[in-house]
């Protein structure tokens, strides 16, 4: 796949939050740092549901207010208490505060009300030392509203998540520096948690819902040292070629087609009241068009084989019965529609391929009818790829992206009600929060935004990037409602390598490059990136209008070969995998900073696995 950069100027019961491969752990269970207590009804009419994701010294917290009743709550205010030595260090989508062991969370104006049936999340970062035993009891407005308390999760490997979005640009979580951070260009508040029966759906599908783990990504990390601490987390399944859909053209000798993902994902249901399964569509005519070399097996003016033989089978699947109870989220066509702005005409990134697809109509007809077909399906969600800030965070990309994404959403029969919402960094290597610095600062009377760095691009980071073109694209005429997803599954760049701090304020470039987590030479730069690690772990609803932090790109499968290798796949040698690469216009003519020895793309690589869990951030124990 290509990851190009355009010059400058150039809902059902909630559950938990945190996303999980497995039965969520009951209370009193032990390892894995995920945490749940559900309190009981009472004759208000009110539950709680209690989360944790704790990394051993601090956790999050994340809240659910159920109103089981048949009244509205109007006003609410929650209290608990600890047993241990938990202490508040920020508060989200609601007014926190704490008095010794007593927390006391109120509401907001924007949710005071909670509608018979419906529910309210919250979360909160503390600090602790010792143990970390969940509240025993919570009321609501003074009533109580349980029986039974949560357990002690413990600390555990998907530990350090601070990401719920608390504290702006700075992005600190007290026992977690740099967690997730900022809210920069916050979008109200979050998708709601709940919803009704099968073949509704729901605002935000990951809320209250387990997520499919891909059992031979699972065996694949499981095999590394160190991997099983995160084989049991949820990653997307890749449907890049036709013969992917049976099976027969997985990358790396996978065998395992959609149809059975789908029925191991009603196995892997049974243990949750609401389950998410997440394909990704990546298949156009003409894919890849700024790519060097071609990663697609259809010609670019291949559409109605695009339709008949690859979204047809695909939707037929898809509608069976028999998955009707499962949220499928469907990733519609990575690395696509922004390259009809940024790649084409006289722009430096201009590629033949790319104004031939602009000519043609492929690429807006395609995802058209992607979203017509399987938006026809009532439990399918279709979120459209939204590259990254990095490629169209540029004020002359970003507005001409969006406008692109609305004609796409109204091509062949589609209609932007089809668009459950987008995602941004599929596959890609953005930080989803600069803790150390903003595209607002300035050194000595000179914007950051003058650095090398980051070019005159209006962003630093993937979050402010993806809440702000949300914003947009609600004013291009998408549903207010729209949710965004961020996949985080390589932005974490940690390891020894990671800043503690902003960096000398002598320069704008001393400051960024002192300041950055992202350790890329260029943006632009896409392929196996040296030094990345493991992001977030995949969140619901971790910030405003994020409806959750994702693994769409399965850490560990190569995203091209370092070299020419023959193969079967489709799959060419782009020099941007090549680590002596010095770069091209879509770079900045920068060194690739690719990893050496890389398989072809989608094959399992284990020298990048291993550096990514080495660099996880936050860390994996």
């Not at 209290?79 to 926190?96: I, K, M, P, V």
Request: proline share 6%; with cysteine; aromatic share 8%.
């Amino acid at each position: 796949m290509s990851r190009t950069n355009p010059p400058p100027k150039r809902r059902f019961t909630q559950r938990t939050a945190i996303l999980s491969a497995t039965a969520l752990l009951a209370a009193g269970v032990g390892a894995g740092g995920l945490l749940q207590g559900t309190a009981s009804a009472n004759a208000l009419g009110c539950s709680v549901d209690y989360a944790t994701n704790d990394w051993g010294s601090g956790f999050t917290a994340n809240i659910t207010i159920n109103n089981g009743g048949s009244a509205a709550i109007n006003g609410w205010t929650l209290t608990y208490s600890y047993s241990g030595n938990q202490q508040l260090q920020q508060g989200w989508n609601a007014q926190w505060s704490q008095s010794g062991s007593n927390v006391t969370v109120s509401n907001l104006d924007w949710n005071r009300t909670i509608a018979a049936g419906s529910s309210v999340s919250f979360g909160g970062n503390f600090s602790y030392s010792g143990t970390n035993a969940a509240p025993t009891s919570f009321s609501v407005n003074g009533v109580n509203c349980s029986d039974d308390g949560g357990g002690n999760g413990g600390p555990g490997d998907n530990g350090g998540n601070g990401g719920n979005g608390g504290n702006g640009g700075n992005g600190g979580n007290g026992g977690n520096e740099g967690g997730n951070g900022g809210n920069d260009g916050g979008t109200g508040g979050p998708g709601g948690p709940g919803g009704p029966g099968t073949g509704q759906r729901v605002d935000n599908p990951y809320v209250g819902a387990g997520v499919y783990v891909n059992p031979e990504w699972s065996a694949n990390a499981a095999s590394e040292p160190g991997g099983s601490a995160i084989a049991h987390l949820p990653t997307g399944v890749w449907m890049d070629r036709i013969a992917a859909i049976e099976g027969s053209g997985q990358a790396g000798n996978r065998t395992m087609g959609l149809r059975e993902h789908l029925d191991e994902a009603v196995v892997q249901a049974q243990d949750h009241d609401n389950f998410v399964f997440q394909v990704v569509i990546y298949n156009l005519p003409g894919r890849d068009c700024a790519a060097l070399a071609s990663n697609g097996e259809l010609g670019p003016d291949d559409l109605d084989r695009y339709k008949d033989e690859y979204i047809g089978p695909i939707a037929e699947i898809l509608s069976d019965p028999k998955y009707s109870d499962l949220r499928i989220v469907a990733v519609i066509e990575i690395d696509s529609l922004p390259n009809l702005v940024t790649n084409v005409g006289n722009s430096e990134g201009a590629t033949e391929m790319c104004d031939r697809m602009l000519a043609n109509r492929g690429y807006v007809r395609g995802v058209g009818h992607a979203l017509a077909t399987l938006g026809a399906i009532p439990n399918v969600y279709n979120y459209i790829d939204a590259a990254h800030h990095g490629w169209i965070g540029w004020d002359s990309n970003f507005v001409p992206s969006a406008r692109i994404f609305y004609e796409a959403a109204n091509a062949e029969g589609a209609t932007p009600a089809d668009v459950h919402g987008f995602i941004t960094n599929t596959s890609n290597y953005s930080p989803t929060v600069e803790p150390y610095f903003k595209v607002t600062d300035t050194v000595n009377g000179v914007s950051v935004r003058q650095s090398e760095f980051v070019d005159w691009n209006d962003y630093v980071d993937e979050q402010s990037f993806a809440q702000a073109l949300r914003q947009e694209l609600v004013r291009q005429g998408f549903d207010s409602g729209i949710g965004m997803l961020i996949d985080t599954s390589r932005n974490g760049w940690g390891g020894p390598n990671r800043p503690t701090g902003p960096g000398p304020m002598t320069s704008v470039d001393a400051y960024v490059d002192g300041s950055r987590i992202e350790q890329r030479y260029n943006k632009g730069n896409w392929c196996n990136q040296a030094g990345a690690g493991l992001g977030e772990r995949p969140t619901a609803a971790p910030a405003p209008g994020i409806d959750a932090y994702v693994w769409i790109k399965p850490p560990g499968e190569s995203d091209g070969a370092s070299r020419e290798i023959p193969n079967d796949e489709g799959k060419g040698f782009d020099e941007m995998c090549d680590p002596a690469y010095q770069g091209n216009a879509r770079n900045g003519f920068s060194p690739s900073g690719a990893l050496p020895d890389a398989p072809i793309a989608g094959h399992w690589f284990s020298a990048q696995f291993r550096e990514l869990l080495a660099n996880a951030y936050p860390p994996v124990n």
